[in-house]
C-alpha cells in the first residue's frame, strides 16, 4: 500500500506541482526552504485548495482524480498546524471530545484513554487549554487530532511557534506517536533536527516541485543531491543502546545493517556485524532505540587507525564516493560503515592528500560531544 500524487495548483505566481509516491505507514517529512511549497501542498492534500487539479489516492481509494475532488469534511485526515487552534472556552477534556465527536462511532478505531497516555495529557482533563504552556497545548491539539481516527495525519511545522523548552519537552511524545502510530504522516518542517529524529521518508522541496524523494536514509547520504550541498548536510544512523551507563558519563550504542558492499568481496555485512558509537550519557535505557544525527562536517578521515587519540569514536569504513569539489574548495565523501551510509565534509586538499577513491579503506573519527540525537 502506498500513497501517490500528481498535484497541480496555480495560486497567484506560485505554481505547485508535485509528484510523489511514499509508503502508506511512517512519517513521510515535507521538507524544504521557505516558500517553496510546502504548507501548500498540505492544504492540497487536505482539499482545502479548491483550485488543485490532478490525482491523490490513498492506498486503493481516490481521493481527487480528473472527474472528483473529495471535499475536505469527508477527507478522513487529522490536521494539525503552527498553533495548537484548542477552543479556550473548553476544557482540555472537552477539546479532545470534540475531535472524538467528529468521527461516526463504527469508524472510532483510535480510543480516548490510549490517546490520552500516548501524549501525556491525563493530568490536564480538567484544566483549561490558557493554562497550559505551548508544548502542553501542541501535545492536546494532537490528541485532538488522532481522535478523529484518521487514514492520513497532517503536521504543518508543529514545533514552530515553540520555545528551546517546549521543542524539547514535545520531541519524546513525537517520538512515541512516531514508534506506535498505524496510520501514515505528512510532516512539514524545515527544521534538520526534526526531520532527523522523525522521519521515515522524505520529500525536498523546492519552487513548488519535489526535487527529490525517498527513505531518509537514502536521500540524505545522495551527494550530489541539493540536500548534500547545504553547510549543515547530515547523516543518520539508527542505533541500539547497548549500555546506558557506561563508565565516565558514556552511553554506549550499536548499529549496523545486513548490505554487502559492492567494492570488495572481503567486505560484506552479516547479522552480526556491529559498531560501538558513544555519546555523552543520555537518559536511555538499555535495548532502547535511538536515531543520531552526524554532521558531515564533524566527520574526520585517516589511513590508518589511530593509537593515541582523544576522539572516542575511530571506526573502519570504505569510500563508496567522492563529489566534485565545490566553490570553497570542500569534498563530500560517502562512506559504508557495517552497512550504513554516512557523509564527511573534507577540503579537496585532504581528498588528494590521503589519495581517496571509491573502495579505499578508511577510518573515520567522530567526537563523542559532536553526536547529537
Known sequence: ???????????????????????STGITAIFGPSGCGKTTLL????????????????????????????????????????????????????????????????????????????????SWLKRSPIKLSGGERQRVAIARALLTSPELLLMDEPMAALDLQSKAEIFPFLERLHASLKIPVFYVSHSPEEVARLADFMLLMDNGKVQLQGPLEETLSQIDSPLAQRDDAFSVLNCTVKEAEAPFHITELSFGANV?????????????????????????????????????????LCLDKPQHTSILNVLPAKVMALSPANKKGQRLVKLNIVGTSVLARLSEYSCEHLQLSPGKSVFAQIKAMALLS
Open 1 to 23: 500500500m502506498s500513497i501517490t500524487a500528481k498535484l497541480k495548483l496555480q495560486k497567484g505566481k506560485f505554481k505547485l506541482d508535485a509528484s510523489f509516491t511514499v509508503p
Open 43 to 122: 492544504r492540497t492534500l487536505a482539499g482545502l485548495e479548491a483550485k488543485s487539479e490532478g490525482e491523490l489516492k490513498i492506498g486503493d481509494q481516490y481521493w481527487q482524480n480528473k472527474n472528483y475532488n473529495l471535499p475536505t469534511h469527508q477527507r478522513a485526515l487529522g490536521y494539525v498546524f503552527q498553533e495548537p487552534s484548542l477552543f479556550p472556552h473548553l476544557s482540555v477534556k472537552q477539546n479532545l471530545a470534540y475531535g472524538l465527536k467528529r468521527t461516526p462511532r463504527e469508524k472510532q478505531h483510535i480510543k480516548f484513554d490510549e490517546v490520552v497516555e500516548l501524549l501525556g495529557v491525563s
Open 260 to 300: 554487502d558492499d559492492k567494492f570488495d568481496t572481503n567486505f560484506h555485512s552479516t547479522d552480526t556485524d556491529k559498531e560501538t558509537i558513544r555519546i555523552p550519557r543520555t537518559n536511555t535505557t538499555n535495548g532502547q532505540k535511538v536515531r543520531l544525527r552526524i554532521q558531515a562536517r564533524d566527520v574526520s
